[in-house]
Each structure stands twice: as C-alpha cells, then as structure tokens.
C-alpha cells in the first residue's frame, strides 16, 4: 500500500469487523517481524476474531459487565491495516496486572480514573499481539498510527489512562516512544529443550525435584482417578458442563464472581474447538477437575481450573505436568502456565518478563506513577533473577542419578 492517510475510528462490537479482515491483522501469515524476534508466530488464539466474538457475544466482556468495547481500527484506503483490541472499562477487574493503588491514589486526590481504556484480552493474562497489523503494510508506520489513535481515543472518550497489558517487548519499546510508561511483571513459564519425552525433561532436573515430581504424579491418581485430554470433537456440551461447574466453585471462591458465562465455553467449542486443550479428571465414573488450555502455533496456554474433589497434588497433575507432556508430544516450544504461583517453579516453570504500557494523561499522576515504575522494574527483574537460580535444574553436566 502507499502512503495515502490514515483513518482511525473505534467501533462498538468486534461483530462490527469481518472475521477475515480482522484476522488479517491479528494472526497474518509467517513473515519477518522484528516485534517479535524473528518471524511472527503464525497463530496466536486469543487475538483471534473467533476468541473476541466469544468473549462478547456471550456477555463476558459487555458494557454490562464493565467491559465496554472500543476496537480502534486504522484504515488505508478503505482497508483495515490495524487493529487494538481495546475496552472501556469501569473498573480494574480481570486484567491481572494490578493499577488498583493508582486509581485509589488518584480519586483521593479529587481525580476521577474510570473510565480507562484496556488494549487486552478480556481475562487472559498471556503475552500477545496487541497492535495488530497486517503483513503487507508499513507495520511501523501503522503501529505508530495506532499508538497515536489509543492517546486521542482516551480524550475522546473522556478516559483517565490508556493500559496495554501482556504486549510483546517490541511493542512495549514503541509505545514508549509515544509516551507511555513502562512497567514489567513476571509469569512461570515452561521451555522445551527438544525433549523427546517426558522423562527427558525430568532428566535436566536434580534429584530432589526429579523424585518429587515423580511421587506427585503416582499420588495424584492413586485414588481410582484416570486423566483424558480432550480437544476438538472430543470436548462435548456434557465435558463443557462438567468443566464450567469446575470454573465456578473455584472462581467464586477467588474472585467472588467468576468472569465467563456458561455460553462462552460452547461458543468456543463451536468455533475454535481445535484450539482448545481440556484436561479432565475421572473418578466413579464422573469428571471430578479439569483444566482448559488453548493452543497456539508454538505455545500452549494454561488458563483455568476448578474442581469438585479435591486430591493430593491433582492440581499440579492437570495444570502443569499434563500440559508439559502435551507440548513434547506435539512439538511445542512453550508452556504459559497463567499468572502468579511461585510453586510452579518446582515444577520446571522458569520466571519471564511480562510487559505492559500504560498512558496516563494527567501530568501529576503520570510523574508519580513514572517514579514507582521505575523502583518496580529493577525489583522484577531481581526477584527473577533470584528465583531462576533457585531453580529445579541441575548446575552439571553429568550423567544424572537413578532414582
């Protein structure tokens, strides 16, 4: 495309874009990207259109619910060449990286910080595409674009802030540029090292954690409970019934309300089936726990669980060490296990940077909020590098044990 103008505008509904035209900038095909290291991944679910629809249609992420969807669109010459997933929202729920003390802060000081504007995934604390771009534009020039279009949409819609959360590191370097301040975090994710099998990773552990995982999975099915992994024709409206019961005692518990309705999982069992990955556990013939997981084209992402039974180590069976056995089985470079949990790292789950941006148009705000930033970074990246040398690893190179 040539350098004709630029048309932003922000529509109501990710209905209001085609699915085609939408996912032309969330998953383009393969091609050089220096956003993100290399070539792009091909797939990436959560900024799919089908992820979005499901999100929206089933009243998850509604006005209703707080979540007020303002998509800032760029058009060149009647074509959409990028796109922010982006809500209003009139609270800081769901989002997993906390500004609850900045609001507070600056409503005690006469400000007024909802509404903000989220650039995220509704609920999904997994790093991501969050300036979506076509491959065949300028992505740089469009990226400014959109990055220009998040700060004049926050006046436009009379909105305190503008937050992009789980972004990609390039991303969060541009926006930078433009303004925003940058804050990191920290996650528990697992690399595959070209494993062959699962022993093959419990291998590179020491003995300690090597003997520990290995009682964790004998006990955790030791009471008659059998494990299924269930995707794409194989998850059915009674496997989403029994999860979402799952969902919900846990979530109650957690959050009070749990965030996802009922239609949401068969709305996605409909359109993105072969995304999904559920992990379920059987007892007496019924499903007592499970844990749904999405696919991407090197990364499977952990998302949530729930029970009804509880068992010893039954949470770390499903969660993490079925989820590792499915990556080195089918060739996946990643395990994002969700947010927070120091206890994954026993489990082979390393500490990664996550990244965010955030535009807070009020200078005094903006300079407070600068200051803490900074003191935060330096300790994220400490407490990292402290528990990454705390790791289950072994520090040699020698043949290990048995055990």
């Known amino acids: 495309m040539d350098s004709s103008e630029i048309i932003l505008e922000a529509v109501s509904s990710v209905s209001q874009v085609t699915a085609e035209e939408w996912n032309a900038c969330a998953n383009p095909p393969p091609c050089p990207d220096s956003f993100s290291g290399g070539f792009k991944p091909a797939y990436n679910p959560f900024v799919s259109h089908a992820f979005f629809s499901a999100v929206e249609a089933s009243g998850s992420a509604t006005p209703r619910t707080g979540w007020g969807p303002r998509h800032l669109i760029a058009r060149r010459d009647g074509v959409i060449a990028g796109i922010v997933p982006c809500y209003l929202k009139s609270h800081s729920q769901g989002e997993y990286v906390f500004d609850r003390g900045w609001a507070d802060a600056y409503e005690r000081a006469g400000g007024r910080y909802y509404p903000k504007l989220q650039a995220s995934v509704p609920f999904t604390p997994a790093t991501g595409p969050r300036l979506l771009v076509r491959h065949d534009v300028d992505q740089?020039?469009?990226?400014?674009?959109?990055?220009?279009?998040?700060?004049?949409?926050?006046?436009?819609?009379?909105?305190?802030?503008?937050?992009?959360?789980?972004a990609r590191e390039g991303e969060w370097k541009l926006l930078a540029g433009h303004g925003f301040l940058q804050r990191t975090d920290q996650q528990f994710h697992w690399h595959n090292q070209d494993y062959r099998s699962f022993d093959d990773f419990l291998a590179t552990l020491n003995s300690r954690h090597r003997k520990a995982i290995k009682r964790e999975r004998r006990e955790a099915v030791a009471n008659g409970i059998t494990i299924h992994t269930l995707?794409?024709?194989d998850i059915t409206e009674e496997a989403w019934d029994s999860f979402f019961a799952f969902y919900m005692e846990t979530g109650s518990?957690?959050?009070?309300?749990?965030?996802?309705?009922?239609?949401f999982f068969s709305l996605i069992?409909?359109?993105?089936?072969?995304?999904?990955?559920?992990?379920?556990?059987?007892?007496?013939?019924?499903?007592?726990?499970?844990?749904?997981?999405?696919?991407?084209?090197?990364?499977?992402?952990?998302?949530?669980?729930?029970?009804?039974?509880?068992?010893?180590?039954?949470?770390?069976?499903v969660c993490y060490y079925q989820a590792i056995e499915y990556a080195i089985n089918h060739g996946l470079k990643t395990v994002e296990a969700g947010a927070q949990g120091e206890h994954k790292i026993a489990r082979g789950y390393l500490p990664q940077t996550t990244y965010s941006a955030h535009f807070i148009a009020d200078p005094s705000l903006r300079h407070a909020i600068k200051d803490y930033l900074k003191r935060e970074r330096a300790y994220v990246a400490e407490m990292g590098r402290e528990l990454t040398e705390a790791g289950p690893f072994r520090k040699d190179n020698g043949i290990s044990d048995n055990d």
């Open 140 to 166: 740089n020039e469009i990226r400014s674009a959109l990055a220009q279009g998040l700060m004049a949409l926050c006046q436009a819609t009379d909105a305190s802030s503008a937050h992009v959360t789980f």
């Open 231 to 233: 995707n794409g024709s």
């Open 253 to 263: 518990r957690k959050w009070g309300r749990p965030y996802l309705t009922r239609s």
């Open 269 to 317: 069992g409909e359109t993105m089936a072969k995304d999904v990955l559920l992990v379920m556990a059987r007892r007496n013939d019924r499903w007592i726990a499970g844990a749904i997981n999405f696919i991407g084209s090197d990364t499977l992402f952990g998302r949530n669980w729930g029970a009804i039974e509880h068992h010893p180590f039954l949470h770390f069976e």
